[in-house]
């Protein structure tokens, strides 16, 4: 048999690779998602008064007669003379959002709810008008910013910007902006600006992640773990999500300030997951808001480790790689990174050491042995890290971490076996290629894999299918190859505007031979360019 030199055979290699761009291992289609707005209708608090300037009077009018902008003039006048005017400031606001001047509206809230003279319930009302236009802002930002991901248009990254900034100015004690403000810089080209804003984001963020650290509690564990480590809440809430699922609020007191834990439970699911916390939510916020359900993000952390490895700095990329590895042990997009920054360092015995006593101490927390595995396998101990992933799957069969990377695993041998062959070949013209030599190993990937894809959560993951694909493609196995092709043109409906879904779809009718097919998502790539 002659040597395959069609790049239709060849064994793509899928080892984790180090990043450059965000870490987003599953397709792009959610990348951040809207806030719901389940606070009270705002109410515009008007105070009566015997004796009323006639800018003030002026203002009234105008507002109850809903000519806005006359009402804003009016109220800018008044506030001219009489800077301490609750009602000016309360009708400047209202006006401003019906005309959709977002930054001056947002301005009177804050002053409002800064001012002495202010009662209670006013800065009760100011909070929350400011809280529905961060809401409006916010959302509409991460509408942009998927729509700039997925479409590439850049007019729409500029949109995301310039409404998650203001965003940031209605709500600065809120974080959540910032850590896709830094996204969309990263996105944009803009890495001094992203690595900025990310930094601003810990500076909110590194209070609530060393308390959570030094109590013990970690992202994704279940909320009945939780309980046992922190104890009888001070305050619990569960509010009913329409898929069925739930959604609790621990209030524990931590140092005299108010630590709440988040977890989701979902449809069907007896037990919750730790998604997130809040430590010493700003004063300024309503009690609403300081106790928000809210998902921590990690995206910033593994950004600035990116950043700092690409700039030579290993020390503090390794430093950000801890973070998330004490705050998340079962993320394990950074250990590749990881790995890579302990051997940069001269530190690979002391890294392998120190989650080898974790793995001990924690035998019943597979994210653990699964970090132990996956730092062997980066260091190309592959028969180590093959047991360590064997033992996760033994005792969590449908462990998706641990099947990714046994699939990834067998792929790569059967790519190494794949090149020495093609070496021989090249080296030997007589030399005829043993396909079966990585043959079966191909199929032992494509198992893991398929079981992977069996997963709910993976039913529409590229990844995995793509890997799918391209193991059927290499072992000649047609009817599978089709089958996984029919299983991409199912998705269309609803990933027909994804860039990297077309960009797949391309390539794979194009290895495939589909040239009109292929012609055809070409002419819708450029469209959405």
Request: include cysteine; aromatic fraction near 8%.
């Amino acid at each position: 048999m002659s040597a395959i030199n069609s790049k239709h055979h060849e064994v793509q290699v899928r080892l984790p690779l180090l990043a450059t761009r965000p870490l987003m291992r599953r397709n792009q289609r959610s990348l951040a998602p809207l806030y719901i707005l389940v606070m009270g209708a705002i109410v515009l608090m008007l105070q009566g008064f015997q004796c009323a300037s006639p800018e003030l009077t002026a203002a009234r009018r105008a507002a109850k007669e809903k000519d806005y902008a006359k009402a804003k003039t009016s109220a800018e006048t008044l506030l001219a003379k009489e800077p301490k005017s609750v009602e000016g400031h309360m009708i400047l606001a209202m006006a401003s959002v019906q005309l959709g001047d977002v930054q001056t509206a947002g301005m009177a809230y804050r002053r409002i709810m800064m001012m002495d003279v202010a009662t209670p319930q006013q800065k009760a009302e100011a909070s929350k008008g400011a809280y529905k236009l961060w809401v409006d802002e916010y959302n509409a930002g991460v509408t942009a910013f998927n729509a700039y991901v997925t479409t590439g248009v850049k007019g729409e990254g500029a949109e995301a910007q310039r409404r998650l900034n203001a965003a940031s100015e209605l709500k600065p004690e809120i974080s959540e902006p910032l850590a896709l403000l830094g996204r969309v810089q990263l996105e944009m080209g803009d890495t001094l600006a992203g690595a900025s804003t990310f930094s601003r984001w810990w500076r909110s963020e590194q209070q609530g992640f060393d308390i959570a650290s030094t109590k013990g509690i970690v992202l994704g564990i279940p909320r009945a773990q939780m309980l046992r480590t922190m104890g009888t809440p001070v305050q619990q809430n569960t509010d009913s999500l329409t898929n069925g699922g739930l959604l609790h609020r621990d209030k524990y007191d931590v140092g005299g300030r108010d630590f709440y834990i988040f977890s989701t439970t979902g449809p069907g699911e007896v037990d919750g997951v730790v998604d997130g916390w809040t430590y010493a939510p700003a004063p300024t916020l309503s009690v609403e808001e300081q106790r928000r359900h809210r998902t921590t993000s990690l995206d910033p952390l593994k950004q600035l480790a990116i950043i700092d490895y690409n700039k030579g700095q290993f020390e503090p990329a390794l430093t950000w790689c801890t973070v998330v590895a004490k705050a998340k042990p079962s993320d394990q997009d950074l250990s590749p990174l990881r790995t890579k920054l302990y051997q940069e360092l001269g530190r690979t015995d002391e890294a392998l050491a120190e989650i080898r006593a974790l793995v001990n101490a924690n035998p019943n927390d597979q994210s653990y042995r699964n970090t132990l595995a996956s730092m062997l396998q980066t260091l190309g101990r592959t028969n180590e890290a093959q047991k360590e992933f064997e033992t996760v799957l033994s005792k969590e069969p449908e462990n998706d971490i641990a099947l990714f990377n046994m699939g990834a695993l067998w792929k790569n041998v059967a790519a190494e076996k794949q090149k020495a062959e093609r070496d021989r070949a090249a080296a030997d013209k007589k030399y005829r290629i043993n396909e079966k030599s990585y043959h079966d190993d191909l199929m032992t990937s494509a198992s893991y894999y398929e079981r992977l894809y069996r997963l709910p959560k993976y039913r529409d993951d590229l990844l995995v299918l793509e890997q799918l694909y391209n193991i059927y493609e290499v072992v000649r196995n047609d009817a599978k190859r089709n089958s996984v092709i029919s299983t991409f043109e199912g998705l269309d409906s609803v990933m027909g505007t994804d860039l990297n879904y077309l960009t797949i779809m391309e390539r794979i009718y194009a290895r495939s031979n589909m040239e009109s097919k292929a012609r055809a998502i070409e002419a819708r790539i450029k469209k959405l360019r």
